[in-house]
Each structure stands twice: as structure tokens, then as C-alpha cells.
């Protein structure tokens, strides 16, 4: 299942690579952070909520808008 989500507080290249980070340490996340679109895009090779993956995120220290797919 691909998931896209929506992050605000992004602003540089470490930004991504906490919440690309956070997400990837999730078992059954593969996740690539596209700075420029604000955007996670995550693959899940299990079953993972919604609610577990903007806690990674928030944990991280970033909000996530939406998330869609």
C-alpha cells in the first residue's frame, strides 16, 4: 500500500532526512521525503495506521496536513 503525506515545518535538507528518518524506523515504512513538495511518500509492506504514522512524524517535530492513498 503507497500512502502520500502532507508535512509542514520542513524547511532544509535535515528537516527531510528526520521525518524521512522517523518514518523509515517504523517497521513496514519505506518512506522518500520530497522537501520541495512538503511531501512524504511512504510504502507500507504492513499494516500501519494513520494515527502511528503522523505520530512519527509530530514526534520528529513536524506536522503532517494530510494524508492520502
Known sequence: ???????????????????????????????????EKKTAFVTLTQDVSDEVLTKAVTDAGYEVVSIAG
Open 1 to 35: 500500500m503507497e500512502k502520500k503525506m502532507l508535512i509542514e515545518g520542513m524547511s532544509c535538507g535535515h528537516c527531510s532526512m528526520r521525518v524521512e528518518k522517523a518514518l523509515n524506523d517504523l517497521e513496514g515504512v519505506s518512506a522518500k521525503v520530497d522537501l
